[in-house]
Structure formats: structure tokens, C-alpha cells
């Protein structure tokens, strides 16, 4: 995947990723979204969960607003046990209410960064109490659309699976 070298560009990344992510959830049946195994141990509904923990705190917060996430999304700690946490956080969520969120989450994204301005987006930002500086499109691609086809690998052959 490129990177955008522009809003539009951004944009029409966000929307065709979020698009295929939507694709392949929408192939599930709900009554298996529950079922462990999509990657690894996780369920879909725990996928899902995931990415909208990150596209919350990182795409949505710290790259589109410009505010710190909480500290347990800057601490240097060991991607499995980071993710580990997130899947702890979650847990409890409704399948309902993770869907929820993650549809209400992406549109506010895509609300966020089409009014910003693109010298925002492609500018090095800094942010008080976050020890790195960054693109919000560089934030995008790695922690919110480019993360949602990080998950279709192991989405498909989950599908092919179960079908």
C-alpha cells in the first residue's frame, strides 16, 4: 500500500480498507462473530474490538485531536501483553455494543479528518505527554485503515473455514 500524498488520497485509503473490513464482517453470521478462532484465540467480535480500541485511542484521539491517550497507550510494554489488555478491556462489551462502536468510531473519524486541514495531516505533530512526535496520516495508515488489512489474512481463512 502507498501512502497518500494527499487528503483526498488519505481518504480514499481510509474508505477502501474500511470498506473491505466491512465486507468480510458482514460475511459472518452473527451467531459466530462470538466463536473463538478468527486470529488465534479471538474471536471476530474480539477482532473488531481491537481495531476500535486503536482507531479510538490512537487514530481518533491522538492523531485527529491532538490530545494524549491514557497512559496505557504510551507505555513501553510488549505488543502481546499491550493487546492482552485491550482483549481484557473488552471483554465483557456485547457483541452489539462493539459493532455499535465500531461503526460510530470509523464515521467519526471519517467526519474528523475530512475537516481538518491536509497540512495538518501531513505535518509532524506533537502532542504534551506523548514522548514521540508524528503524522496523523503516517497514524492512520499504521494504527487505523492500514491495521483494519492487517486482520483480513487471518479474517478470510477464518471465513473459509467456517463455511
Same mark, same amino acid.
Given at each position: 500500500?502507498?501512502? *497518500? ?5 488519505? !481518504? ?5 480498507? #474500511?470498506?473491505? +473490513? $466491512? ?46 491517550? *491514557? ?5 513501553? !510494554? ?5 493487546? #492482552?489488555?485491550? +482483549? $481484557? ?46 503524522? *496523523? ?27
Amino acid at each position: 500500500m502507498s501512502d *497518500p500524498s494527499s487528503k483526498a488520497d488519505l !481518504i480514499e485509503a481510509m474508505v477502501s480498507a #474500511r470498506g473491505r +473490513f $466491512d465486507s468480510l464482517i458482514s460475511q459472518i453470521p452473527h451467531s459466530k462473530m462470538t466463536l473463538p478462532g478468527a486470529s488465534g484465540e479471538w474471536s471476530v467480535k474480539d477482532v473488531v474490538a481491537h481495531i476500535t480500541s486503536y482507531d479510538r485511542w490512537l487514530a481518533l484521539t491522538l492523531a485527529l485531536r491532538g490530545q494524549k491517550p *491514557p497512559d496505557f497507550w504510551i507505555e513501553d !510494554i510488549p505488543l502481546d501483553e499491550f493487546n #492482552r489488555r485491550l +482483549f $481484557d478491556e473488552n471483554r465483557d462489551l456485547s457483541l452489539d455494543q462493539v459493532l455499535q462502536q465500531s461503526g460510530d468510531v470509523w464515521r467519526e473519524i471519517l467526519e474528523v479528518t475530512r475537516n481538518l486541514p491536509e497540512t495538518y495531516l501531513f505535518t509532524e505533530q506533537s502532542v504534551q505527554g506523548v514522548p514521540y512526535t508524528f503524522k *496523523p496520516c503516517d497514524v492512520l495508515k499504521s494504527e487505523s485503515y492500514g491495521h483494519y488489512l492487517d486482520h483480513v489474512p487471518a479474517l478470510l481463512a477464518w471465513i473459509e473455514a467456517i463455511n
